[in-house]
């Protein structure tokens, strides 16, 4: 499998269990394996890291994902199911931003390189 779709996956994972769960809960159980991860893959752990927290924020689809979204639930003026309609789109759409940031700034920024463990991690 392409590293790009692991990558891809990997934040698919973290954005569809936002929804259900905590964002930081979901981030520090779930950064640790995509680091060890990406180190069995022979990859900088930075490329499943750095997407996968981004894709942690990315919580819009459900009334249990964030504070915000149980408030706008909560008044009884949006029921699930547009929460559901317009997040997914969301969901969708910052999969994509997120593909697109992580390919131009993850290498310049971060210094990431592809099939290559950085210094720092031995």
Request: glycine share 8%; aromatic share 6%; hydrophobic share 60%.
């Amino acid at each position: 499998m392409s590293i790009i779709l692991i990558v891809l996956l990997s934040v698919a994972i973290i954005i569809i269990l936002t929804e259900l769960t905590s964002n930081t809960a979901t981030a520090s159980t779930f950064i640790p394996i995509f680091g060890a991860t990406a180190l069995g893959l022979g990859q900088d752990p930075l490329l499943l890291i750095i997407p996968a927290t981004l894709g942690a924020s990315c919580a819009f689809m459900m009334p249990v994902a964030t504070p915000p979204n149980t408030i706008a639930y909560a008044s009884g003026h949006i029921n699930i199911a547009d929460m559901v309609k317009a997040g997914i789109w969301l969901n969708i759409t910052s999969l994509i931003v997120i593909g697109i940031i992580i390919a131009l700034i993850l290498g310049p920024v971060f210094g990431v390189e592809l099939n290559k463990i950085p210094i720092w991690v031995n």
